[in-house]
């Protein structure tokens, strides 16, 4: 009888690594590959995604002077996920049917440069000069 149990048990093995083959997942990044993206490209190296059963692809944007919008990358469905920025926020008001999974900065990292002699301190200082 425990032999039996082995071959049970060893043919459901086999059976459920056939079985699991990873999902292919398309992640549209925002830009170039660059530094802000590392965190993606060192999952896909050191085999996070494909010990979660996720075959990731990473594609990049904007090589060759072409741009590919991340939401409508995964409104047509050539991604299932991507990268995009507080922009997301107007494609949501504007009808699309997008969700924003994560925010990863609780500010954005975008920053204004002026002229010292132009007397702008804070971003209020714009809206009062403007």
């Known amino acids: 009888m425990a032999g039996f149990r082995w071959i049970v048990f060893l043919f459901a093995l086999c059976f459920s690594s056939f079985s699991s083959a990873a999902e292919r997942i398309v992640l549209q990044l925002k830009w170039v590959n660059q530094f802000q ?29 072409s741009f590919v919008s991340p939401v409508d990358a995964v409104l047509k469905g050539d991604a299932q996920y991507g990268i995009s920025n507080s922009g997301l926020v107007l494609d949501y008001l504007n009808g699309k049917p997008v969700v924003a999974l994560a925010a990863t900065l609780q500010h954005s990292a975008v920053s204004w440069i002026v002229l010292e002699k132009s007397g702008i301190k804070s971003i209020h200082d714009m809206a009062k000069n403007g």
């Open 37 to 65: 993206f590392a965190g993606y490209y060192a999952a896909v190296e050191k085999g996070f995604y494909k010990a979660a059963g996720l075959d990731v692809e990473l594609r990049p944007n904007g090589y060759n002077g």
